[in-house]
């Protein structure tokens, strides 16, 4: 074993001891250390393996020990440099499109404060500018590991400018935070998409591009539809819906790995499934409450303007 590997993947036993001491407490564990004490324990069942196998066992063992310990793997497993952004209005009509918007200007400034790219992938806006749904791709020093907790439903509680009663609407917005997938990593084949094209629209259905540049994706196995039109071309706008694609499919994937592990341990935070309320955005009460934390933090108008370090850090302790 390379000596480079070798220390990897001592360094992680190291960990494995340490959080084994606390197996006792692991019903109290946040998820992150959960999920991670699963895949430490992958690691020790094949380091004990590897000192029983043969020179071609062994040979097997470390290639698949490279995957695990390599560049994708960080301090909690989830040390991806890129993410897909992706939120949608839910119930609220026109106030729901409104607080889309409100939450992906939200992230957008709190990947600007971090000092990350942030770039628009796919958007469809309604006649008020607010945003029906809208995809970004967001690139950073451990950018999953540090949003993947902001996957879910999110909900507003407020009086709408629009609202000449003063009666409080409350509205949800879904929010999803992929994986960035490396070809490598997810393999589609030709034969499994469904390619069309057509003209790139603006709000109200407003043609903005006379050129069929907007691209749309059908995956035949999953079903999964993708869409991408703000490129210029349609080579550019597919490459953007293939990336998008191999994040839903990668997503899907980790998702199905945590399942077995959360069968087994029981969890202090919630899923982060798409239909799980996670978070509640009261305007009257200034204060946003993360129910699975059973946390809440004040001052929201500073929350939306992008700055939600003390949130994304309560997932990281």
């Given at each position: 074993?390379?000596?480079?590997?070798?220390?990897?993947?001592?360094?992680?036993?190291?960990?494995?001891?340490?959080?084994?001491?606390?197996?006792?407490?692991?019903?109290?564990?946040?998820?992150?250390?959960?999920?991670?004490?699963?895949?430490?324990?992958?690691?020790?069942?094949?380091?004990?393996?590897?000192?029983?196998?043969?020179?071609?066992?062994?040979?097997?063992?470390?290639?698949?020990?490279?995957?695990?310990?390599?560049?994708?793997?960080?301090?909690?497993?989830?040390?991806?440099?890129?993410?897909?952004?992706?939120?949608?209005?839910g119930v609220?009509?026109?106030?729901?499109?409104?607080?889309?918007?409100?939450?992906?200007?939200?992230?957008?400034?709190?990947?600007?404060?971090?000092?990350?790219?942030?770039?628009?992938?796919?958007?469809?806006?309604?006649?008020?500018?607010?945003?029906?749904?809208a995809v970004?791709?967001?690139?950073?020093?451990?950018?999953?590991?540090?949003?993947?907790?902001?996957?879910?439903?999110?909900?507003?509680?407020?009086?709408?400018?629009?609202?000449?009663?003063?009666?409080?609407?409350?509205?949800?917005?879904?929010?999803?935070?992929?994986?960035?997938?490396?070809?490598?990593?997810?393999?589609?084949?030709?034969?499994?998409?469904?390619?069309?094209?057509?003209?790139?629209?603006?709000?109200?259905?407003?043609?903005?591009?006379?050129?069929?540049?907007?691209?749309?994706?059908?995956?035949?196995?999953?079903?999964?539809?993708?869409?991408?039109?703000?490129?210029?071309?349609?080579?550019?706008?597919?490459?953007?819906?293939?990336?998008?694609?191999?994040?839903?499919?990668?997503?899907?994937?980790?998702?199905?790995?945590?399942?077995?592990?959360?069968?087994?341990?029981?969890?202090?935070i919630g899923?982060?499934?798409?239909?799980?309320?996670?978070?509640?955005?009261?305007?009257?009460?200034?204060?946003?409450?993360?129910?699975?934390?059973?946390?809440?933090?004040?001052?929201?108008?500073?929350?939306?303007?992008?700055?939600?370090?003390?949130?994304?850090?309560?997932?990281?302790?």
């Amino acid at each position: 074993m390379n000596p480079e590997l070798q220390k990897k993947l001592g360094d992680a036993l190291k960990e494995y001891d340490a959080l084994e001491m606390d197996v006792a407490e692991s019903f109290k564990w946040p998820r992150n250390k959960v999920v991670k004490f699963g895949e430490l324990s992958k690691l020790k069942v094949m380091a004990d393996e590897y000192e029983k196998a043969d020179e071609a066992g062994k040979k097997d063992i470390e290639e698949q020990l490279k995957g695990m310990l390599g560049p994708a793997t960080g301090e909690d497993g989830e040390e991806r440099n890129k993410a897909i952004l992706e939120i949608r209005a839910g119930v609220g009509g026109d106030e729901a499109a409104l607080f889309a918007s409100d939450l992906f200007n939200m992230y957008k400034n709190y990947a600007q404060k971090r000092g990350w790219g942030f770039s628009v992938l796919d958007e469809s806006k309604n006649d008020l500018g607010g945003y029906k749904e809208a995809v970004a791709e967001i690139k950073g020093k451990n950018v999953y590991g540090t949003l993947r907790y902001e996957s879910g439903v999110h909900r507003i509680q407020r009086v709408p400018a629009t609202e000449k009663s003063g009666r409080i609407h409350t509205s949800t917005a879904s929010v999803a935070v992929l994986p960035a997938a490396e070809e490598k990593e997810i393999e589609i084949k030709e034969s499994e998409l469904e390619v069309s094209f057509s003209r790139a629209g603006g709000p109200g259905g407003q043609n903005v591009n006379k050129v069929e540049t907007a691209v749309r994706l059908l995956h035949k196995p999953t079903g999964i539809i993708i869409s991408s039109r703000t490129e210029r071309s349609q080579q550019a706008n597919r490459e953007r819906a293939m990336e998008i694609l191999r994040a839903k499919l990668l997503d899907e994937k980790l998702r199905k790995e945590e399942e077995a592990l959360r069968k087994e341990r029981k969890e202090q935070i919630g899923t982060a499934e798409r239909s799980e309320k996670i978070r509640t955005y009261n305007f009257l009460q200034d204060r946003v409450t993360d129910h699975r934390l059973k946390k809440s933090w004040h001052n929201i108008q500073n929350i939306m303007s992008g700055n939600i370090d003390q949130i994304t850090e309560s997932f990281r302790k």
